[in-house]
């Protein structure tokens, strides 16, 4: 079993993360749970999403914070004590948004098991490339998944952005299809910690 957490703040879209991954997953005949964990709602407020991701039918229930991978999608989470709640297992991954060669200087500050992945993509940067915004804040989720799944090989991108077709709605959903490719093709593998 594959299990993932996103780190975000509230208003980025960890949860919708986690929700159309799941999406994608099933659509290849994969068994997925999605949900969140957050104190009082509010934009800015730090936020935990949990995926998992499995072959065969899911027994598990409920948080955890033992991970396959921790996706970070704000940079400024690691000033906050929440990123010490996580612990990634020994050949995991940490995906963080974040410029290119600055994600292996803050993965030191997460907690392991042993060597861990570490990779990096600006989804920040291709969210406001991509008109991405809304009130005032990139919408990063997309392109995390973007960048996550060719980190990790399935689900397969085609999957994803059927995904994303079904849960976005509007004028929205080319920009997040074109954030979603750029960003796959855009991650940068940092190296092993």
Not at 59 to 66: D, N, S
Not at 128 to 157: E, T, Y
Not at 158 to 187: I, P, Y
Request: aromatic share 8%; no cysteine.
């Amino acid at each position: 079993m594959l299990e993932l957490i996103f780190h975000g703040r509230g208003g980025q879209g960890a949860v919708t993360s986690s929700e159309v991954l799941a999406s994608a997953a099933s659509k290849e005949g994969y068994q997925s749970q999605a949900f969140s964990f957050f104190g009082a709602e509010r934009r800015g407020a730090p936020v935990f999403a949990f995926l998992r991701i499995d072959e065969k039918k899911i027994l598990k229930h409920g948080m955890f914070f033992k991970a396959d991978g921790l996706i970070v999608l704000d940079k400024g989470l690691f000033n906050f004590p929440d990123i010490g709640k996580v612990t990634v297992k020994k050949g995991g991954i940490i995906l963080i948004n974040t410029e290119k060669g600055n994600g292996k200087t803050l993965a030191t500050k997460v907690k392991r098991e042993g060597t861990t992945k570490v990779f990096s993509v600006n989804a920040t940067k291709i969210a406001i490339d991509h008109d991405l915004v809304l009130a005032g804040w990139p919408l990063v989720n997309m392109p995390i998944l973007g960048a996550l799944i060719k980190i990790m090989g399935k689900p397969s991108l085609s999957s994803l952005q059927e995904a994303v077709k079904e849960k976005l709605t509007g004028k929205m959903v080319e920009s997040n299809l074109e954030a979603v490719v750029r960003a796959f093709n855009e991650v940068y593998y940092e190296g092993e910690i």
